[in-house]
T-cell receptor
Framework: LAKTTQPISMDSYEGQEVNITCSHN???????ITWYQQFPSQGPRFIIQ???TKVTNEVASLFIPADRKSSTLSLPRVSLSDTAVYYC????????????FGSGTRLSIRP | GAVVSQHPSRVICKSGTSVKIECRSL??????MFWYRQFPKKSLMLMAT?????????EQGVEKDKFLINHASLTLSTLTVTSAHPEDSSFYIC?????????????????FGPGTRLTVL
């Protein structure tokens, strides 16, 4: 499983766009990039997943360059409720593939 | 979306006792469930992979005789912490897995439970 590296913490303000970048230099051909969000004392919640280029859903966008060695999670117009830990991880397209959580990025949003 | 529950949500026990934590997939069947533990301000650490009807696969460094896992049905997996000690105090999280191949997705869908906070006195 490819190891991921992301900033330990980030701060931003309400209404701003937040971009969290993750590096995964050893990503394999069958690997997908997945982001989870976790609030204190709760289980992680799936945010978005992608393989290449750009993926967008109702809560975030995921940008993946052609070499796929990094990815950027983009959260538009954040609010205080977006304060959480965000995990970038690599998920293999193989049945029941286990996922390994990295250190995550602790995002703090201020008024 | 798929819902996973855990029971109890929090438990306090005395050192030396055993504690059982249940993980249920409420509206779907999961042949595979994963168990994680998380210490304060740390990331989730995978403990074991639980497959219905077979023995669990433990990650390196996790004592299988201390953390007993049973996956008796497609909707229920249990983790029993035997002879608990204060250092076992942690947040235990399970996830239920289904394989659903869709365009643009890996196919591995994991749904996480709300977690169980164990405090051993």
């Amino acid at each position: 499983l490819a190891k991921t590296t992301q900033p330990i913490s980030m701060d931003s303000y309400e209404g701003q766009e937040v971009n969290i970048t993750c590096s995964h230099n050893n990503i394999a051909t069958n690997d997908y990039i997945t982001w989870y969000q976790q609030f204190p004392s709760q289980g992680p919640r799936f945010i978005i997943q992608g393989y290449k280029t750009k993926v967008t859903n109702e809560v975030a966008s995921l940008f993946i360059p052609a070499d796929r060695k990094s990815s950027t999670l983009s959260l538009p117009r954040v609010s205080l409720s977006d304060t959480a830990v965000y995990y970038c991880l690599v998920d293999s397209r193989r049945r029941a593939s286990k996922i390994i959580f990295g250190s995550g990025t602790r995002l703090s949003i201020r008024p | 979306g798929a819902v996973v529950s855990q029971h109890p949500s929090r438990v306090i026990c005395k050192s030396g006792t055993s504690v059982k934590i249940e993980c249920r997939s409420l509206d779907f069947q999961a042949t595979t469930m994963f168990w994680y533990r998380q210490f304060p301000k740390k990331s989730l650490m995978l403990m074991a992979t639980s497959n219905e009807g077979s023995k669990a696969t433990y990650e390196q460094g996790v004592e299988k005789d201390k953390f007993l896992i049973n996956h008796a049905s497609l909707t229920l997996s249990t983790l029993t912490v035997t002879s608990a000690h204060p250092e076992d105090s942690s947040f235990y999280i399970c996830s239920a897995h289904i394989f659903d191949l869709r365009e643009g997705r890996s196919g591995n869908e994991q749904f996480f439970g709300p977690g169980t906070r164990l405090t051993v006195l």
